[in-house]
């Protein structure tokens, strides 16, 4: 069973930069995966990015690709995301969340995953 815990939350102005962090406890194989999604006010839950952990292989929805990048430390067992150019309605509460079945296949369905974190905070604001 999959822990998840966010960190790097914060407030920035529009163009700036946060690296949110996910660390993953519970599961001593490298086979899942971890998506991470947001709830803004214009969606309650959007799927904006999935990593394949065994292979590093990352996905990104339309309204984040070129803009935020995933990572992995696995000697730490983190997955980072690193977002850079950011815009307002990139505002609002930030999960990972964990999946050992489908592997970031329809990575964007909250259903897929059945672990979450408890989310982290991400305010971008002049």
């Known amino acids: 069973q999959l822990q998840l815990v966010e960190s790097g939350g914060g407030s920035v102005q529009p163009g700036g930069s946060l690296k949110l962090s996910c660390v993953v406890s519970g599961i001593t194989s490298n086979y899942y995966a971890i998506g991470w999604f947001r709830r803004t006010p214009a969606m309650e839950r959007e799927g904006i990015s999935c990593?394949?952990?065994?292979?590093?292989?990352?996905y990104y929805s339309d309204s984040v690709k070129g803009r935020f990048t995933l990572s992995t430390d696995n000697a730490k067992n983190t997955v980072y995301l690193q977002m850079d150019n950011l815009k307002p309605a990139d505002t609002g509460v930030y999960y990972c969340?964990?999946?050992?079945?489908?592997?970031?296949?329809?990575?964007?369905?909250?259903?897929?995953?059945?672990?979450w974190g408890q989310g982290t905070q991400v305010t971008v604001s002049s």
């Open positions: 969340a964990g999946d050992t079945k489908h592997f970031c296949t329809g990575f964007v369905f909250p259903s897929f995953y059945d672990y």
């Open positions: 990593i394949t952990i065994d292979d590093g292989k990352s």
